[in-house]
């Protein structure tokens, strides 16, 4: 995402640099930063609690690097994916001049370890006794949250920035941010995703009914990936008049004659699934607003999403799809729409289409952020 503004800004005539800690996907390059390959699998496998689903960065919080020139001769520090990594004392170097945009992604940078909750509210007051990790650890999440707290309280002319409403309510909530004021700015859709106003997506109803769920890790539990399996073949068994895939690392053991596993797809493939599939869903037990939805709307496909997070925000900015809040809501969301006829789908994918350009394009994104850089 911040590639994408920069990349943006500079064609608008800015002086824009992108600087990053981690270059690569830990999983797949584990060696390229040792040191938070070490402390991620502490986090995973000595820290967090067996009964806690969501991911944690506890001992991650607290790997940082310094801070590049180019960052302290700027005059607006924009901060992404920042989960508590910055060494102390860094805003000290900064004039009270430089403005600091932080953007959010997750809840992790006012929790003390967790990146969604769960439910959990102790966010709000210190993060004592935190559920989400092993009883012994329970301080270090309590002295990770009052580190983020002086942190923030030390930044000047801090300006934080949500993705979706629900994100920014849960910032508030938290206390840590204190007086700096909030604003609410959806994410970018990368150009790749896009095209060009004279190539439009695949506008033509996919034959037979088609459904995609795209997740990382589909094995992810709160992924919650067998949930939408589950309705799906209640509603079409496994005729071949409907077909579902699952796209992403795992999911073997949803296969059958009607649901497919593709593995991990670069963007372009992704792209082609989306222009055929009538809907994406996305079932997860803790999300924020995932790119993935004005993705797979770029290309005209509808997305069904759980009543969490910021996706019924997605839904209402989009102004076409669905949310559910249990089975019975998703099988009828699914039934209603292989019901529709090729036309109305046609026409419908259309207008998708245009309002994904409209509201996640990187020109409306900049617009947005010159406001808060104002």
Known sequence: MARILRDEQEKRGHRASFHHVIDSDLRSEPFTTARHTLAAGIDEWVIKSPGFDAPISALRDRVSRPLVPDVLDSDIVHLHGINGVLPRGWENLLTREQK???????????????????????????????????????????????????LVAALPNLRVVAPSTWLADQARASGLFG??????????????FLGSESSPANLESASPFTAVIVAAKLDDPVKNVGFAVAAFRDVFGETPHAQLFLIGEGGQQFVSGSVHATGKLPREQLRAHFGKADVIIVPSLAENAPLVIPEAASQGCEPLVAQVGGMPELVALLGRGATFAGPEDLTS????????????????????????RSVFSPQAVVDGYDKVYA
């Open 100 to 150: 600091v945009v932080w953007t959010l992604h997750d809840m992790n940078p006012f929790t003390g370890t967790c990146h969604y909750s769960l439910g959990c509210e102790r966010f709000s007051s210190g993060c004592s006794q935190c559920p989400a990790v092993r009883a012994p650890f329970r301080n270090l999440v309590e002295a990770n949250w009052s580190r983020k707290k002086d």
């Open 179 to 192: 007086s700096a004021p909030l604003f609410v700015q959806p994410n970018p859709v990368d150009p790749e």
């Open 333 to 356: 969301l699914l039934r209603s729409r292989a019901d529709q006829g090729a036309k109305k789908r046609a026409v419908l994918r259309n207008k998708l289409v245009q309002q994904t």
